[in-house]
């Protein structure tokens, strides 16, 4: 079954509104996270904020370096929250992670 194009329509701006500068060969796999099945029931602009997360954590920082260094996720994730932020600010994000939102995220 393939995605609507609302749909698609509604991620792209909800993209551009998060990541204004970000650059393409990063904007299209956030893009296609988002739109991926496990993601449909979400809005798209919180689609996009995992979708965006979760592709800085694993491409711009140490993070996957950390785990197989052993360190369990959670510890990961805090030790890589100010390299994503300094991602997120140079992409001009409208929103920066929080360590409390780290909380919050689910597996991935």
Not at 43 to 53: E, G, L
């Amino acid at each position: 079954m393939s995605i609507g194009t609302a749909r698609r329509r509604e991620i792209g701006k909800a993209l551009t509104a998060l990541l204004p500068m970000a650059p393409y060969a990063d904007t299209e796999p956030i893009r296609e996270a988002a739109l991926a099945r496990k993601m449909r029931e979400l809005p798209p602009s919180i689609a996009v904020w995992i979708a965006a997360i979760a592709h800085v954590r694993h491409v711009h920082t140490p993070y996957d370096e950390l785990l197989a260094e052993g360190y369990d996720r959670d510890s990961a994730r805090h030790f890589v929250v100010d390299d994503i932020n300094r991602v997120l600010t140079a992409w001009r994000a409208t929103r920066l992670l929080e360590v409390d939102d780290l909380d919050a995220e689910g597996g991935e």
